[in-house]
């Protein structure tokens, strides 16, 4: 079993909905990430938190909005989506932002923005 | 500029055979190191394997092996007697130095292992 916790597995959402994904990981690590991964291709960095606080921002659009309540939790706010954002988005972490880059990822959410 | 590699968009193979995926990389750190990540169609990226660019040790672990070659830079990836279980989509992937937590995924190599 993953020790990354993503919820929920699937997402069906309107352009004008309001949700969120949550990811939960126990591992004690200090970074948490966010990818988007389209199908057929390789996951795409979103956002890193690192230490509970923002480090990296890929020039994501304002709809989705990251959010880190604490060490433990990471969430990603989903808001006015476009059909192109449906993708499954993984949530991942690691002992540390810099260093080996070892990343333990969940099983993702699968978004489909009708 | 850093970049991976996976010439191979699909391979199909009867259970049984032996399969390489190959990756080759780009980067100009002096240290880094490489991954392969398997996602079966649960959709989780699976861990299997990290080398760092000081150690061109082979290694083998069980039926998955690994080759470093940092002459040509590659780091290929071969599976043994193949298993249906095997079938999933891989992936190569690269974190610099300079990179602070980011992967540079290959575009995957979706492997078929057929009964």
């Given at each position: 079993d993953t020790e990354v916790t993503q919820?929920?597995?699937h997402l069906v959402m309107g352009m004008t909905n309001k949700k969120s994904?949550?990811?939960?990981?126990?591992?004690?690590?200090?970074?948490m990430y966010w990818y988007k991964q389209k199908a057929k291709k390789p996951?795409?960095?979103?956002?890193?938190?690192?230490?509970?606080?923002?480090?990296?921002?890929?020039?994501?659009?304002?709809?989705?909005s990251p959010e880190c309540p604490n060490s433990s939790l990471l969430n990603l706010h989903l808001h006015a989506l476009?059909?192109?954002?449906?993708?499954?988005?993984?949530?991942a972490s690691s002992q540390g932002m810099y260093g080996t880059g070892e990343l333990f990822f969940g099983?993702?959410?699968r978004l489909t923005v009708l | 500029a850093q970049k991976v590699t996976q010439a191979q968009t699909e391979i199909s193979v009867v259970e049984k055979e032996d399969v390489t995926l190959d990756c080759v990389y780009e980067t100009r750190d002096t240290t880094y190191y490489l991954f392969w990540y398997k996602?079966?169609?649960?959709?989780?990226?699976?861990?299997?394997?990290?080398?760092?660019?000081?150690?061109?040790?082979?290694?083998?672990?069980?039926?998955?092996?690994?080759?470093f070659q940092k002459s040509t830079s590659s780091f290929n990836f071969t599976i043994t007697a193949s298993q249906v279980v095997d079938s999933a989509v891989y992936f190569c992937a690269l974190h610099g130095s300079g990179n602070t937590g980011k992967l540079i995924f290959g575009q995957g190599t979706t492997l078929?292992?057929?009964?």
């Open positions: 919820t929920p597995k994904l949550k990811c939960e990981q126990h591992m004690g690590h200090r970074a996951p795409e960095l979103m956002f890193v938190y690192s230490y509970e606080k923002l480090s990296i921002n890929e020039s994501v659009p304002s709809r989705f476009q059909p192109e954002d449906s993708a499954l988005y993984l949530c099983e993702g959410s | 996602q079966p169609p649960s959709g989780e990226l699976v861990f299997l394997i990290r080398r760092n660019s000081f150690d061109e040790q082979n290694e083998i672990s069980g039926r998955y092996s690994w080759n078929q292992v057929k009964p």
